[in-house]
């Protein structure tokens, strides 16, 4: 499991969400500033936005400044090493490791796979990953609390270890991430368990005025943060909905049947530890369990949770199961066969959908060579951004607010809502307008994404490809416009650095054709695609136009050299065969 635990978390970050929390936790630590306003986006510029997750910023500072990216990669196999130390806790604790029993072993087994696969998509350097830090102690803490007020009256609150204890890590878990809401939701469950089952079984002794006062300081707790009242206001935002939200139904029919019979499997079993938890009036767990399996189906955010609570409501009804199968033969060596399949099959799709392990940053997620690019220059007006990268921007590009970045929350409705409606519309009003209105001068985009046969945020192709704005920084990954006539500064980086003749966006040499009957022309393409080569030396796209110019211009041997870089980035059946084909027909 300790393997697992690190095969997870040592990942590249891929994540821009960091930067925007390395830079609050900077202002917090280095300049001894607590943001209250926005100051890093421009149109969202005096809104009110205090630092909600302000303890996991600075923490991510302090692991940032000890170990650059990689301090953040040492934070998030901390982060997730605790969290699975907390499942395996419990395994010792309830007494499923360490028996002889091969079954229980089995169970443990599973059950610790199906808590890394749920948790699997979520190990990321955000907040939310600190968040499950407290909620799987405060997890911990309450199951055995209501354990407890089952067997006996609920003892005196302050002589409660217990809930001395989820009261201290809930006042950090609401300092750290907005998912302390599950807290509140846990103690209700355990509230309503208690006084469900005093009325079946016509008794009192659930101590709901104890549990109740339980409640209120933790509700009291929430307002000793920076945030105050506005802390709730993610939980009520009606616009702010993306990817993460999206509901397992509209999930699991872009994955394959594998993996959606597994999640379909995990929801089945959810039901049923939560119907037999039932019937032995085990009512805190079997809530529990039915609550987040509703939650992780109304969205996958939320599957994370889900494997946390199935780590650790789910080891008691395994350590019954196991007992209950001991001492029958057929049953106990038919379960035996099916939890190993089980477990081999959970096995396989962790292997299978876990994020490459490595260091470092993943380059290909962020516009890296453009930001170097940007940090030299001295650019008069403002910077527009596509969505994905503003929070990478916010700290990698200080000197310029982004346009809009993943703090939603920081926004218009409005604002968010029109830039997904509209910033694409043809023709391209509404981003005229906002050129107009913040004076945009400048843009680092990605390129467009096909999916099928669709082509979506073609940035780019369509916003960009025009007589308005200059090419003068490309990688594979992004591209860097300047708006022509915006300033003589700016009109001077143009003169230096425009690309004229590529079209980065479009892989296709043949466009060039037209430069190669003037020698001035030919000259001249040859010196741009030499130039970008040397800005960024993995460049596909120059590598292989290069190719393509110097075979047509008589140069088989430098065609060939440019080919064999290409197929080295670009591993490709066509570009396998031009090499191919020129190395042979020389």
């Known amino acids: 499991m300790l393997y697992i635990s690190l095969v997870l978390s040592i990942t590249p970050v891929n994540n821009p969400d960091y930067g925007f929390h390395l830079r609050t936790g900077q202002d917090i630590i280095k300049n001894h500033h607590f943001p209250m306003y926005e100051t890093y986006s421009y149109p969202a510029k005096g809104n009110f936005n205090p630092a909600y997750s302000w303890m996991f910023d600075c923490l991510s500072y302090i692991f940032y400044a000890l170990g650059h990216i990689n301090g953040l990669i040492c934070l998030q196999i901390v982060l997730t090493l605790i969290i699975f130390f907390c499942v395996i806790f419990n395994l010792f ?33 955000r907040p939310h990953l ?41 006042l950090f878990w609401v300092n750290s991430h907005s998912s302390f809401a599950e807290g509140y939701v846990l103690v209700i469950i355990w509230i309503f368990s208690a006084a469900f089952r005093d009325f079946l079984q016509k008794e009192k002794k659930a101590g709901i005025f104890a549990m109740s006062a339980v409640a209120i300081i933790l509700f009291a707790i929430c307002f000793c943060t920076p945030n105050l009242g506005k802390i709730f206001a ?40 939560s119907i037999y938890y039932f019937k032995k009036k085990d009512f805190f767990r079997s809530f529990t369990m039915i609550f987040f399996a509703a939650l992780g189906v109304y969205s996958v955010r939320f599957l994370g949770d ?12 395994a350590k019954d199961l196991a007992n209950f199968a001991e001492t029958r033969k057929n049953l106990r060596q038919g379960m035996i066969i099916f939890f190993a399949v089980l477990a081999a099959a959970q096995g396989a799709l962790i292997f299978h959908y876990h994020n490459p392990m490595g260091l470092g940053m993943d380059e290909s997620s962020f516009p890296v060579k453009s930001v170097d690019y940007l940090k030299k220059q001295d650019l008069e007006g403002r910077m527009f951004n596509s969505f994905e990268w503003g929070g990478y921007l916010i700290w990698e590009l200080q000197k310029y607010p982004v346009f809009i970045d993943g703090r939603v929350q920081v926004y218009p409705d409005e604002f968010i809502n029109d830039f997904r409606t509209k910033i694409l519309q043809k023709p391209p009003v509404f981003f005229a307008e906002q050129c107009q209105k913040y004076g945009i ?6 390129y467009a994404t096909n999916i099928g046969r669709m082509t979506a945020n073609d940035y780019s192709g369509y916003l960009f ?41 479009i892989m296709a040499p043949p466009l060039l054709d037209k430069y190669l009957g003037n020698d001035k022309d030919r000259q001249k393409l040859i010196r741009e695609l030499q130039r970008s080569i040397i800005d960024t030396p993995d460049i596909i796209y120059s590598h292989f136009c290069l190719a393509y110019v110097l075979f047509k211009t008589g140069d088989t041997n430098g065609a060939i050299k440019e080919l064999e870089i290409t197929k080295k980035l670009y591993p490709s059946p066509q570009v396998e065969m031009l090499y191919e084909h020129l190395k042979n027909g020389q």
């Open 93 to 125: 604790k309830k007494g499923l490791i360490g028996r002889d029993l091969l079954l229980s072993n089995l169970l443990a087994i599973n059950i610790m796979l199906a808590f890394s696969f749920l948790l699997m998509p979520r190990i990321m350097i």
């Open 130 to 170: 600190l968040g499950y830090v407290f909620f799987a102690a405060y997890l911990l803490i309450m199951d055995d609390t209501a354990h407890n007020t089952n067997e006996k009256k609920f003892p005196p609150l302050l002589k409660n270890k217990n809930i001395i204890a989820a009261i201290i890590i809930f």
């Open 234 to 273: 993610p939980f009520v935002s009606s616009t702010k909905y993306t990817e993460e939200f999206f509901s397992l139904f509209e999930i699991l029919p872009k994955s394959g049947l594998f993996y959606m019979f597994l999640i379909l499997g995990y929801v089945l079993i959810f039901a049923s530890i």
């Open 306 to 317: 889900a494997g946390i609570v199935a780590g650790i409501i789910a080891v008691p009804a």
């Open 441 to 446: 001068s400048f843009a680092v985009v990605p």
């Open 465 to 505: 490809d025009n007589n308005d704005w200059a090419l003068v920084q490309f990688d594979n990954t992004s591209l860097v416009y300047i708006k022509k006539g915006f300033s003589p500064k700016d009109d001077a980086i143009i003169a230096k650095d425009e690309y004229t003749m590529l079209k980065p966006t």
